[in-house]
């Protein structure tokens, strides 16, 4: 962290990291999977969920969101150049990343940290180790010079970063903080956390076939990553009849079946199996439960709060009207992420009036179903600028 290193200029980083993101998705994709199965994660899942992250590692979207993002004050140029009004992009020199056991969450702000050209740590959790060695290697290869190191932390020297990024629980957040407010310290960097939040499904039924379909796409969503991610729905709300609520739960649950074959998602820990033992038996003594998988689907009898059930299970809620979305969820809208929304085809006008709701109650991004795990580059992450917070804008006068 405290080796002085000149990073290449903004042309040649955006060329590498090009390299980079080929190195871990396209050409060293099977390696990249290795080291994911090697955290403890299925291989067939590692797979699938490797090509999900490549559409948001996309070199050409991140760097058009970043130039977006940064065009009120002259763009990346600025990092290099005053503008004509005399603008100037300050970005960090060092950053240090935690990132949590999923592999590849906190890969995104890493990249945006390189076309900043900041000098970069990443501390893994214990259970992403493998995945983030191979991160620091690849980045490494590519660059030739230590622009990305991995490290064992925390460190000392952390507390002189210009902005430590926290992506995981807010248990780990709560550590960081205490740890970078060292009694004596003078300088303390910016500390950013992100996380903590939850995410659901929403079908509006149109008494078509479309309904079929975005349960098969929401079984995978809750399944991939065992649910633990941010994206992964916890809940689905099923506007419609009863008798079209109870087909649509069946086909939701035989979804999670064939998506917990399909990404090698058969077995779980002892001490989650225990924990699937008294949710399932929970559920099945108190409501109407559907599903012969690891994962299930639950009628919910009470509002949304965002809690887990169990590995792949999900609350279906009821609701008859648009009205209702709100009063179905008791998450503040902070604890919110993303919403996958199924709406028959063609209904542009409805699937409007659900998208600004969903806006409205606190969700930050909406998607279709199936691409909850699929953020595009442009995504801000947790609702927020990507960078903005990190970076500072100083103007001379002229």
Known sequence: MSVSIDLPPLAERVALLRDITDRLTGRGARDTVDAIVADGWPRAMAEAGLRMHARTWNPDGLLAALQAELSPFGGLDALEHPTRDGARIIAPDRIVHVWPALPGAGLTPCLFGWLLGARQVVRPSSRGAHFARRVGEQWLAAVGLPALSVEEGPKEEWRGADVVLVSGTDETLDAVREFLGHAGWRRSPRLIGYGHRTSVGVVVDGGDDSTSAHARALATDAVMWHQQGCFSPRAVFFCGDHARLERFAQELAEGIVEAEAELGATELGAAELGRRAQARGVAEFTTQVWGDGLGWVQLATEPHSGASLSAHALELHHIRRLSDLSGS??????????????????????????????????????????????????????????????????????
């Open 329 to 398: 969820i008791a998450s503040p809208p902070h604890a919110l992420q993303g919403a996958a929304l199924g709406t028959p085809p063609g209904a542009h006008v409805q699937r409007r009036a659900w998208s600004d709701a969903l806006a409205r109650v606190g969700f930050n991004r909406i998607c279709h179903p199936g691409m909850l795990q699929q953020p595009p580059p442009s995504w801000s992450h947790d609702g927020a600028p990507n960078v903005l917070d990190w970076v500072r804008v100083c103007r001379e006068d002229r």
